[in-house]
C-alpha cells in the first residue's frame, strides 16, 4: 500500500488539478491524479461540453493522459469532486462514475487492485480500492 507522504502528495494533486477544471454547465469541478507503477504522476480534470454527453469525467482525462503516456500499471488514483457553491459541510465524498470505474479497471497493477482516494478535504479523504468498487469485473485478460 502506498505511504502517508504518497497519499498526501497525490491527493494535494487532485485539489491542483481541480483548479483546471472546465465544468461552466454543472458548476461541479473534479480533479484527479494518478500514480503508476513505475512512480510517474498525472492529474487531470472534468472537461465539460456544451452537447452535455460530450462531457469527460477527471478521472478518465488522468486516465488517458497516464495511458497514452506509456503507463500501464496504475497504482492509486485520487480525486476530489465538488462545487464551490455548495458550502464545506453540506459536500460529500465524490466517487468515481461507473464508465470511470471501468476505464481504471484496464490498468490494475501487479498487484491486482488500484487504491482509490476520495477526498473532501486534503485532510479528509475516504480510502478505498478500486476492487471494492468494481466487483466482479471484466478486463483484458478475459480476452
Ligand atoms: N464527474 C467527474 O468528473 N467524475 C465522476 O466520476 C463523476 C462526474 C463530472 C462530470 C461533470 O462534469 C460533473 O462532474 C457533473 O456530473
Do not use: W
Not at 473534479?30 to 503508476?36: P, Q, T
Not at 480500492?129 to 466482479?136: D, G, I, K, Q, R
Request: hydrophobic share 40%; glycine share 6%; with cysteine.
Amino acid at each position: 500500500m502506498l505511504n502517508q507522504e504518497l497519499k498526501k502528495k497525490l491527493v494535494n494533486l487532485a485539489f491542483e488539478a481541480r483548479d483546471d477544471s472546465y465544468a461552466p454547465y454543472s458548476r461541479f469541478k473534479v480533479g484527479a491524479a494518478i500514480i503508476s507503477a513505475d512512480g510517474r504522476t498525472f492529474t487531470g480534470a472534468n472537461i465539460e461540453n456544451a452537447s452535455y454527453g460530450a462531457t469527460i469525467c477527471a478521472e478518465r482525462t488522468v486516465a488517458v493522459k497516464a495511458a497514452s503516456s506509456g503507463a500501464r500499471q496504475f497504482i492509486a488514483i485520487a480525486i476530489t469532486g465538488f462545487s464551490d457553491d455548495v458550502p464545506p459541510e453540506e459536500r460529500d465524498y465524490a466517487f468515481p462514475c461507473g464508465i470511470c470505474r471501468q476505464v481504471l479497471r484496464e490498468f490494475l497493477p501487479e498487484s491486482g487492485d488500484i487504491a482509490v482516494f476520495v477526498a473532501l478535504s486534503p485532510e479528509d479523504v475516504f480510502e478505498t480500492t478500486l476492487n471494492a468498487l468494481l466487483p466482479h469485473s471484466f478486463g483484458p485478460e478475459y480476452l
